[in-house]
């Protein structure tokens, strides 16, 4: 099973990018799909979330981020719009058999991709 995400970079504030993770040997449709970040120097946090057609969020990037399956495709994309130097961070897609009650903790998470940099200048 692998994860790639993509479509890091770097961006003025109040820019916006896409980002996408495509997998290989799982098919999304059957899985919870998260983001997660990790800043310079803090923890790996939640971003969000899709699971049986319904979307979750943090409370830092809700209103803002979107994250959106594309079944067909097999892959799943963050849409990050207005964004701000806070958001600089690694990102990672991750797929698992999370439920509801466990789909903001990292450990709920079986699968991980390999991080893309996202840097927001200001």
């Known amino acids: 099973v692998q994860l790639q995400a993509s479509g890091g970079g770097l961006v003025q504030a109040g820019g916006s990018l896409r980002l996408s993770c495509a997998a290989s040997?799982?098919?999304?449709?059957?899985?919870?799909m998260g983001w997660f970040r990790q800043g310079p120097g803090k923890e790996r946090e939640f971003v969000a979330a899709?699971?049986?057609?319904?979307?979750y969020y943090g409370d830092s990037v809700k209103g803002r981020f979107t994250i959106s399956r594309d079944v067909a495709k097999n892959t799943v994309e963050l849409h990050m719009n207005s964004l701000n130097p806070e958001d600089t961070a690694v990102y990672y897609c991750?797929?698992?058999?999370?439920?509801?009650?466990?789909?903001?903790?990292?450990?709920?998470?079986?699968?991980w991709g390999q991080g893309t940099q996202v840097t927001v200048s200001s």
């Open positions: 991750a797929a698992g058999n999370a439920i509801l009650s466990t789909l903001r903790q990292k450990a709920a998470y079986g699968y």
């Open positions: 040997g799982i098919t999304f449709s059957g899985y919870t």
């Open positions: 899709t699971r049986l057609g319904r979307t």
